[in-house]
């Protein structure tokens, strides 16, 4: 069966490690390092795959000059402004996790990038209707699906309590050679020692990502699914987080994501899940 987890918010979560009353999206400088204990789960969309438990999450951050370095995630700022900010970046792609054999593995990538709010409920429409077209074979003896990376360009611009930001990547693994581009709105409140963040994001897909992590083609059809080959995909997702700051080092953190992937995604024979639910709750240390 495979197991993996998947990347979510460790950005966010590494902006908000120094929150003050002007802004949670300051830059920082010189390294930090933090550790979350709590539990949280992550939905795997990938049929009779489990979903992923979280317990332990470290945070690892060093700055220098234009430079930075975010767990998983290198980025090069040579542009930045009071409201503006350019950056190169390169990343890991989320989709590739979902694909894991092993649990261990998936386990350590996905916890150096996440977070989530316990106890959520679950919509009724969570679980994707049955599909006549689709045929379901042995998950196990699919096509490979390698781990890839994302290398492109990302702008922020932030406004008061808001942000937007839009990036778009290309892989730079050439597994598959495709795009993925994504475009958010944030707004985060401060009230003394409380923070919330709410966030909507659209993602797109381009086709060759889709085909290689979701399609299926001779390996699948052997392993009994029916053939599928999709095209590109906008997939959206609304975001949640509170963090209570106890102390300086100590924080309460809480984190919901709810994500709708694209029909093109969902009708897919390997995917059993078109909506997908995050969350995470704990507490955190920084220093």
Do not use: C
């Not at 409920?121 to 196990?140: D, F, L, Y």
């Not at 693994?173 to 958010?184: D, P, R």
């Not at 984190?255 to 995917?271: F, G, N, R």
């Amino acid at each position: 069966m495979f197991k993996a987890k998947l990347l979510l918010i460790a950005a966010l979560f590494s902006a908000m490690a120094s929150a003050d009353e002007q802004s949670i999206y300051a830059a920082q400088s010189g390294w930090q390092f933090g550790l979350s204990t709590g539990y949280g789960k992550i939905d795997n969309p990938v049929h009779n795959s489990d979903d992923i438990p979280l317990y332990v999450i470290p945070n690892i951050e060093a700055f220098y000059g234009d430079f930075a370095f975010t767990n998983f995630e290198l980025s090069w700022t040579p542009l930045s402004y009071d409201h503006h900010q350019l950056s190169f970046v390169a990343k890991m792609n989320r989709d590739g996790l979902y694909f894991i054999d092993s649990l261990a593995s998936s386990s350590v990538l996905a916890s150096l990038t996440t977070s989530a709010l316990p106890g959520a409920p679950r919509p009724p429409s969570a679980q994707t209707q049955p599909n006549a077209r689709k045929r379901v074979g042995n998950i196990q003896n699919i096509g490979e699906r390698e781990l890839s990376f994302l290398g492109g360009a990302q702008y922020l611009f932030d406004w008061q309590q808001w942000r937007v930001s839009a990036s778009v990547f290309s892989e730079l693994t050439h597994y598959y050679h495709g795009q993925q581009a994504e475009l958010a709105l944030s707004r985060y409140q401060q009230w003394n020692k409380h923070l919330v963040v709410a966030s909507v994001q659209m993602q797109y897909q381009s086709n060759e990502l889709t085909k290689y992590y979701y399609g299926s083609q001779r390996p699948e059809l052997a392993a009994g699914f029916s053939y599928y080959q999709p095209q590109h995909a906008f997939n959206t997702s609304v975001q949640l987080t509170y963090q209570y700051q106890l102390d300086e080092k100590w924080r309460i953190i809480s984190d919901i994501k709810w994500q709708t992937l694209d029909d093109e995604i969902a009708d897919s024979p390997l995917v059993s899940k078109q909506h997908l639910l995050s969350y995470y709750a704990g507490v955190a240390w920084s220093y």
